[in-house]
């Protein structure tokens, strides 16, 4: 039988590709996915953004507004970086579309991948329900998506 499918964010697998030129290493993510059929992605990598980077979060042209068209994602200098993010999820459902996959386990609280929180958008660090533009896309597809705190019950690993 097969493995099953999925996109990991890379840098939960420990590629260096975080805005800071880190990455978030999560070693349960690594040891359950050890034996199985992936592809790890970096989202805002794919739509051209560079690494390292200025940190960037989604803001609302609306508050409370968690509508993607209605959302912006300016960096901390302000610069408006939309346009690359809107790409690197693009180019993300191509990938999954292409491979025939339907789950995504992607970092939460990322401008790009976060799918329950992301942060305020005022670089404050606090965080708010909502969910990056990736995600976002993603789900709108039809692609489950989940992170590295809820995957474990969502998926049945063999």
């Known amino acids: 039988m097969k493995n099953k499918k999925y996109i990991v964010s890379a ?3 420990g590629k260096n590709c975080r805005y800071d030129g880190d990455n978030m290493l ?3 993510v690594v ?3 050890d034996k199985q ?6 989202p805002e990598e794919l739509g051209g953004l560079k690494i390292p980077r200025p940190p ?3 803001v609302s042209i609306k508050p409370g507004e968690n509508i993607p068209s209605e959302r912006r994602v300016l960096d901390r200098d302000k610069k408006d970086v939309t346009c690359l993010f809107n790409e690197g999820a693009k180019k993300t459902l191509e990938m999954l579309r292409s491979n025939g996959i339907k789950t ?3 970092k939460d609280k990322s401008p790009s991948c976060g799918s329950r ?3 305020s958008g005022d ?3 606090n965080l708010v329900e909502g969910t990056g533009i990736t995600a976002a896309l993603l789900q709108e597809n039809g692609i489950t998506v989940l992170d590295e705190n809820n995957f474990e019950e969502k998926l049945e690993l063999k």
């Open 117 to 119: 929180f992301i942060y």
């Open 26 to 28: 999560n070693k349960r």
């Open 31 to 33: 040891d359950l996915l």
């Open 104 to 106: 995504a386990i992607l």
């Open 37 to 42: 059929d992936y592809i790890s992605v970096c």
């Open 11 to 13: 840098c939960l697998i």
């Open 123 to 125: 670089f404050s660090g």
């Open 56 to 58: 960037a979060e989604i």
